[in-house]
């Protein structure tokens, strides 16, 4: 029972999948943080080429 204990104690394979987890959360919150604070510049550079593209279909037309 001892040696089980011991064993277990010194398995880490589930402890460097948890950090990984972590890592990728910290990462996607870092991405929607930014991408929040970037949404009207963002928002307005791609109405700005819908409407490129829709007046240059209405001309080709």
């Not at 991405?31 to 928002?43: D, E, V, W």
């Not at 791609?46 to 007046?55: C, E, M, P, Q």
């Amino acid at each position: 029972m001892k040696k089980l204990i011991t064993r277990f104690a010194k398995d880490e394979s589930g402890a460097t999948a948890i950090e990984y987890g972590l890592i990728a959360g910290l990462i996607s919150v870092a991405i929607i943080a930014i991408l929040g604070t970037m949404s009207g510049s963002l928002t307005s550079i791609f109405n700005t080429i819908s409407n490129a593209l829709s007046s240059g279909a209405n001309t080709a037309g």
